[in-house]
């Protein structure tokens, strides 16, 4: 199994580029932050991450999107809230999170921002904690990879639009990165997949620094069919 702390609180900023089919391109920026909060009178940790592409890119493909999690400090999800603006698409996903007895609860909610419409609404019931995006971000930066081998493996539940997804965390070894401030890190790497429509894909692969601290150095995030960011850390 693999294993992972709780959310301590912490600021990167990122270059970002942009994956269009086999091209890539300088293009903006990216920061991930934890504030200390009260949330529903609970100490919490919002944790936010926020993607912008820059004036160039923008001619070819808008990026602004901002990511949302309030968590517990033992890293247990509250709220998460999703707000989507990539070239014409333009959405806001929300997922509420609580308890009833032994099962934990989630309710979810999409909207269509360019009509205004709210375009679902499900509630999923599991037996294990849910996570959702930067909450599961988190729990990889965390791993401890101490004894386990390449291939090992965590499935772990993570809201996604409309639904609840199975996730697999797997470590998949060590890499040395060269981030954008210069410097080259010896990095754990754990690639984040699910499957849809029957087939394996990864959505995202993390590289976070083999250390006490976890920093993460890259993360390669699949935005839809062709579409990439590369984040780098600077």
């Not at 890293?75 to 989507?84: A, D, H, V």
């Not at 754990?188 to 849809?196: A, N």
């Not at 976070?208 to 850390?233: E, F, R, Y």
Request: glycine fraction near 6%.
């Amino acid at each position: 199994m693999l294993g992972a702390a709780s959310v301590s609180a912490s600021d990167y900023r990122f270059n970002i580029y942009l994956g269009l089919g086999p091209i890539k391109i300088p293009a903006g920026t990216a920061r991930i932050y934890d504030t200390p909060v009260i949330y529903n009178g609970r100490d919490a940790i919002r944790t936010a991450m926020e993607l912008s592409t820059n004036t160039t890119t923008d001619k070819v493909f808008t990026l602004r999107d901002t990511v949302e999690s309030y968590n517990t400090p033992q890293g247990e999800s509250l709220y998460f809230k999703k707000t989507i603006n990539e070239g014409s698409r333009h959405a806001l996903e929300t997922a509420s999170f609580s308890k009833d007895r032994d099962r934990f609860v989630v309710n979810l909610d999409t909207w269509d921002m360019t009509t205004g419409r709210q375009t679902s609404h499900s509630t999923e019931w599991r037996q294990t904690r849910i996570f959702d995006l930067m909450s599961m971000i988190a729990f990889a930066q965390k791993i401890d990879t101490k004894g386990l081998k390449p291939g090992s493996t965590e499935t772990i539940p993570m809201v996604n639009g409309n639904l609840v997804v199975q996730q697999y965390l797997v470590y998949t070894g060590n890499k040395k990165v060269k981030a954008d401030n210069g410097r080259t890190y010896n990095c754990i790497v754990v690639s984040i997949k699910d499957y849809k429509e029957g087939k394996e894909r990864e959505t995202v692969k993390a590289y976070v620094t083999n250390d006490s601290q976890h920093t993460p150095v890259q993360l390669d995030i699949k935005l839809g069919v062709g579409t990439s960011i590369k984040a780098l850390l600077k």
